[in-house]
Nanobody, 125 residues
Framework: QVQLVESGGGLVQAGGSLRLSCVAS????????MGWFRQAPGKEREFVGS????????DHADSVQGRFFTSRDNDKNTVYLQMNSLKPEYTAVYYC??????????????????WGQGTQVTVSS
């Protein structure tokens, strides 16, 4: 049974930091690129960051570039999203996702095969 379980969300003040974790099970984690997305109320789900299978390459949305960092530990089947200098507009449910793609890091929701249930991040002003 495929599972992606996010954790680490919560309430934080603007300017603070959080680290999200996503533990994968039920599939071969090392063979998947991993992505982070977020969805605010009334808005579409949007790309935040991604990392390739061996962790050697990452991609992040322009809006979070230099603030958010994605990493992974293949021994622990876990992907992380370090979020720094948080802003109120970053408030959303954050999702991790897995993409079986051999060549490119995708920013498209439709390219991802498996999804977690999400974790709420609330940034107060």
């Amino acid at each position: 049974q495929v599972q992606l379980v996010e954790s680490g969300g919560g309430l934080v003040q603007a300017g603070g930091s959080l680290r999200l974790s996503c533990v994968a099970s039920g599939f071969s984690f090392i063979n998947y690129n991993m992505g982070w997305f977020r969805q605010a109320p009334g808005k579409e789900r949007e790309f935040v960051g991604s990392i390739n299978r061996n962790g050697g390459r990452t991609d992040h949305a322009d809006s979070v570039q230099g603030r958010f960092f994605t990493s992974r530990d293949n021994d622990k089947n876990t992907v992380y999203l370090q979020m720094n200098s948080l802003k109120p507009e970053y408030t959303a449910v954050y999702y991790c996702a897995a993409d079986l793609n051999l060549f490119t890091l995708s920013r498209r929701v439709s390219d991802y095969d498996y999804w977690g249930q999400g974790t709420q991040v609330t940034v107060s002003s």
